[in-house]
Structure formats: C-alpha cells, structure tokens
C-alpha cells in the first residue's frame, strides 16, 4: 500500500528527493509521515504532512533542509533532501497511522558519503 523509492548513494551536501506511492483510499483522509532507521540506531520520525497538505512537521535533525509534500490527485508523498549529511544515511520508510497501528511498505536506502 505504501511504496518508498528514490534513495541513493550521494556525496554530503548534496540532495535527493524520495517519493512514495500510497495507494490508500481516500487517500485525503490520512497524515502520511517519514521515519528512518540507520543500522544500531533507533527509529526516528522525519517528518509528516497533513491529510491536505496544510500543516507540516519535521524532526529537529533535519528541520531546514527537508521539504515534504504531497498530491493527493497523484497519490504520492515526497520528501525533498536538501544539504544532505552522513547522519541522513538510512532507510526511509513512509507510513500512516490507524488506530495506533503503523502501516509501511518497503523502503528505500538512502546513503550519504564522499
């Protein structure tokens, strides 16, 4: 139901942008977020976009230098990543929240280095 994609190998500094193809109906009825999970460090929530789009949210680690938006008519959510350190490597997971329950698909690596 969620598919993340667009990670890659890049140098520090640069960016990358992650879109994820949501396919849950309606899809203007859900917050869709971002969390990351690097190797032997613990989940971290990204950032989230609200069901229209209005309000935003991003974790502090990345707040200036990430961009989320979504098009609900395109059923996709993406994550724009500006000025890209070593400490962005990780997988990034899109998802939703229902009834407490996290819904995410697979997700897509994205790793920062020189």
């Known amino acids: 139901q969620l598919v993340a994609s667009g990670g890659d190998l890049v140098q520090p500094g640069r960016s990358l942008r992650l879109s994820c193809a949501v396919s849950v109906f309606p899809l203007d009825y859900y917050t869709i977020s971002w969390f990351r999970q690097a190797p032997g460090k613990e989940r971290e929530g990204v950032a989230c976009?609200?069901?229209?789009?209005?309000?935003?949210n991003y974790a502090d680690s990345v707040k200036g230098r990430f961009t989320i938006s979504r098009d609900n008519a395109k059923s996709t959510v993406s994550l724009q990543m500006d000025s890209l350190k070593p400490e962005d490597t990780a997988v990034y997971f899109c998802?939703?929240?229902?009834?407490?329950?996290?819904?995410y698909g697979q997700g897509t690596q994205v790793t920062v280095s020189s």
């Open positions: 998802y939703y929240n229902l009834n407490y329950v996290l819904y």
């Open positions: 976009i609200s069901a229209h789009g209005v309000n935003a």
